[in-house]
């Protein structure tokens, strides 16, 4: 049940991306095409995420010390930008248009989701 509402939580941050950051498009046919190629997108991002930030971290510890953790926007460039090149490949109507925009839209997401996340809880207390 958490990994679903994270799925959740993570689309509808990337919704809102689109919506605020230009150059971040989803371009479905209609309201049901875009929702399940946003759901697919948060899906590969929480993959790319999952799997790459933490060996990042460690293999790029020292630029992370050297930089006071500024180098953690970049990395999350990347990954965005990583993961608008998979979409592409399975040929999701997702596009990210170029470094600045990932920056920018990587910002977005993680500030979205993170509001999103303290409003809304991973799973019910005591149950």
Do not use: H, Q
């Not at 470094?99 to 839209?105: D, K, L, T, Y």
Request: hydrophobic share 65%; proline share 3%; glycine share 8%.
């Amino acid at each position: 049940m958490g990994f679903l509402i994270r799925l959740a939580i993570t689309a509808l941050a990337l919704w809102v991306t689109t919506l605020v950051v230009p150059g971040v498009e989803v371009t479905g046919r209609d309201g049901a095409n875009t929702a399940l190629t946003l759901l697919a997108v948060a899906l590969i991002f929480g993959v790319v995420n999952a799997v790459l930030k933490p060996v990042i971290k460690v293999v790029g510890c020292v630029f992370y010390l050297l930089t006071l953790g500024l180098i953690a926007l970049v990395v999350n460039a990347l990954l965005f930008l990583l993961t608008d090149w998979i979409a592409r490949g399975i040929d999701l109507p997702f596009r990210v248009d170029g470094f600045w925009a990932a920056f920018w839209g990587a910002i977005v997401m993680a500030v979205v989701s993170w509001l999103i996340s303290v409003a809304v809880p991973d799973r019910l207390e005591g149950r």
